[in-house]
């Protein structure tokens, strides 16, 4: 047995905005930990301000002295948290290394081949990473009845099942504190969200749809898994009462996949009648799980507005995503939805392989058709680890190991052969520019939503590259794997 606490320092990497994402994995494993056994520290390079090569960082890490270094990390940020490892591990070759979150836990094979990474945990790592400590703590070995983990040994690589906790009320709700909730929401942290303190609430996991470019199904599963109504109340409560959060982001996949109980937790927090009580669900719903009933609950509830996710105004597009949606529903559940009070916006993906220019005219016919009160309009990134990645890997479109730059700054890393020469970044003006000519009453609004949920200096951004690639035509970032696994580590003076 140790005779001392394990020593974790959770590494939040730079690169993630504030305005979208916060440490969320960290105060859910943090809550799950066994504090007479571990001690843990948050290193949070976006608060920070640290970068990869930040002296403070590694002066903090080494006067902590951690016995693991666990770092969650998505696609963009890879490079800067394999360089962030690397310096750990020059720093103390004995200190365990471990990454987690979607680019690890779907791009396994490749990730657990970089030298500075000793493990791997992939999906849900709640209760893999508390028994992994306590291994730890009482000298047994570090893997023993640990699922989802990945690690090397005497050159072979070892992978343990993944284990979907299936009562999800056995999981602590996330310690809010440990990752300065409070800070980022000054920061603006929002979410599509308006500006109010807010904090994101995970009900449901899991996913059973399969469209090709997500990798969702693959990080939480394929089945549908709840919390019960009572512990998400008790959780809103507290955080009503004594975190003055005033709105909740729901920022579950699929939220209403199970129409009875997503009708039956609204009719909860009506009964509460908290006041200035908002909801939302940032990533979108299926439009087929709902009906009428439940979009009007929702808004007694708190919700203003329901982000619907088409992704494209072309069934030849849907089909080649494997979507499973039939686009003659789309119109009819756009009015339902508003029919109850709420406004609509929408998620589209331009850019898909296989998509014609045809398809995009269909989809921006689409869009002005049903009068979307807002739209997010992303260009297509093949994501490491899902199906379209794979299959354009084998297709010899794409190497093994691009990497997106960056999922929302306007800019692409793929460009389908056939659409080399259409300007992604002039249609996407032109929709939002058309949407306001044809839609005059909506004007006011969709500005509002710009100006309210998003901070200024994340607007004005992503404004000027939109532009600069609208005059470019051409403007393609990505980053390779292999790019990043032998770049040599700087030196920290
Ligand atoms: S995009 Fe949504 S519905 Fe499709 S697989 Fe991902 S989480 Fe499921």
Same mark, same amino acid.
């Given at each position: ?30 809550? $799950? ?14 608060? @920070? ?5 930040? !002296? ?27 360089? +962030? ?23 396994? !094979?490749?990730? +657990? ?21 306590? @291994? ?38 996330? %310690? ?8 980022? @929401? ?10 109010? *303190? ?50 909740? *982001? +729901?920022?579950? %996949? ?45 808004? $007694? ?41 709420? !406004? ?102 969709? +500005? ?46």
């Amino acid at each position: 047995m140790s005779q001392r606490k394990i020593r974790v320092a959770f590494v939040w990497p730079p690169g993630f905005l504030s305005a979208y994402s916060l440490p969320l994995p960290f105060a859910i494993l943090k809550s $799950q930990l066994d504090l007479d056994i571990t001690e843990v520290r948050l290193f949070d390079c976006v608060l @920070n301000h640290w970068n990869e090569n930040s !002296k403070e960082l590694y002066l903090q890490l080494s006067n902590f002295q951690p016995d693991i270094v666990a770092l969650s990390t998505w696609s963009p940020m890879f490079p800067e948290s394999l360089a +962030i490892f690397k310096k750990v591990k020059e720093q103390n070759p004995k200190c365990l290394t471990i990454i987690g979150g979607p680019h690890s836990s779907t791009y396994w !094979k490749r990730t +657990i081949e970089c030298e500075p990474i000793d493990m791997i945990l992939r999906g849900e790592a709640e209760f893999a990473f508390s028994r992994l400590i306590k @291994n730890l703590y009482n000298d047994h070995k570090v893997e023993n009845g640990v699922p989802g983990l990945v690690f090397k040994r005497n050159g072979e690589v070892i992978s343990h099942p993944i284990n979907y906790v299936d009562d999800l009320d056995e999981i602590a709700p996330p %310690d809010f504190s440990f990752i300065n909730l409070k800070e980022y @929401n000054q920061l603006g942290y929002r979410w599509n969200s308006p500006p109010v *303190n807010n904090a994101p609430l995970w009900i449901t996991r899991g996913c059973p749809y399969r469209c090709q470019y997500c990798a969702s199904p693959d990080l939480n599963g394929k089945v549908i898994r709840k919390h019960s109504i009572d512990y998400m109340i008790d959780h809103i409560l507290d955080l009503y009462y004594n975190h003055d959060i005033r709105w909740f *982001n +729901i920022i579950d %996949d699929n939220f209403t996949y199970d129409v009875k109980f997503a009708k039956e937790f609204c009719r909860r927090i009506i009964a509460l009648n908290l006041p200035k009580l908002g909801f939302g669900t940032p990533n979108g719903i299926r439009m087929s799980r709902g009906d009428l009933e439940l979009w009007s609950l929702m808004k $007694q509830a708190g919700w203003k507005h329901l982000i619907v996710a088409p992704e494209s105004g072309s069934q030849h597009t849907l089909d080649l995503m494997k979507k499973d949606l039939k686009l003659g529903i789309v119109e009819k559940k756009v009015s339902e939805i508003r029919k109850a009070g709420l !406004k609509v916006h929408a998620f589209f993906i331009v850019g898909y392989p296989g998509e014609t220019v045809a398809d995009i005219k269909e989809t921006f016919k689409l869009i002005i058709r049903c009068k979307f009160n807002f739209i997010f309009m992303a260009n297509f990134h093949p994501l490491p680890g899902t199906p379209v990645y794979d299959q354009l890997v084998e297709e010899g479109k794409i190497p093994d190991g691009l990497l997106p730059q960056n999922f929302s700054d306007g800019l692409r890393s793929y460009t389908p052969e056939n659409l080399k020469g259409f300007n992604f970044s002039l249609f996407f003006f032109k929709t939002h520019f058309m949407m306001l000519l044809t839609n005059p009453r909506n004007a006011l609004y969709h +500005i509002r939503v710009v100006i309210r949920q998003y901070p200024m200096r994340l607007i004005l951004g992503k404004l000027s590259k939109t532009i600069k690639a609208a005059f470019n035509k051409e403007e393609v970032s990505s980053r390779y794997f292999d790019q990043a696994m032998n770049s040599q580590s700087q030196n920290i003076p």
